[in-house]
């Protein structure tokens, strides 16, 4: 189990950047894929993108994709969601989550452990 804090939401007008970051404790963060979600008000949790353990296969949702960049740190146990061009349907919370695993996934339920999310506000 890893335990994840996420930070870096905000308030940022369209079109504007912002980088999440997303600490987890231990030594076995390396050992872990790295995903990104958002859930907008009143709906569903949805896949931003994830990496695998070593950082060199990534995928994004199509929503974000050309915009979002994922990235992590192992020596920092450290993964970084950089969002640019942002439009107000950002607009959500947004959750790191981990997976002990060699594979990337994008569906929350494959994902193991998670954040309490950091909100994200885009205004138009």
């Known amino acids: 189990q890893v335990h994840l804090v996420e930070s870096g939401g905000g308030l940022v007008q369209a079109g504007g950047s912002l980088r999440l970051s997303c600490a987890a404790s231990g030594r076995t963060f390396s050992t872990y894929v790295m995903g990104w979600f958002r859930q907008a008000p009143g709906k569903e949790r949805e896949f931003v993108a994830a990496?695998?353990?070593?950082?060199?296969?990534?995928a994004y949702a199509d929503s974000v994709k050309g915009r979002a960049t994922i990235a992590r740190d192992n020596a920092k146990n450290t993964v970084y969601l950089q969002m640019n061009s942002l439009k107000p349907e950002d607009t959500a919370v947004y959750y790191c989550a981990a997976r002990h695993s060699s594979v990337l996934w994008n569906l929350p339920y494959q994902y193991d452990d998670w954040g309490q999310g950091t909100p994200v506000t885009v205004s138009s």
């Open positions: 990496i695998t353990r070593s950082g060199g296969n990534t």
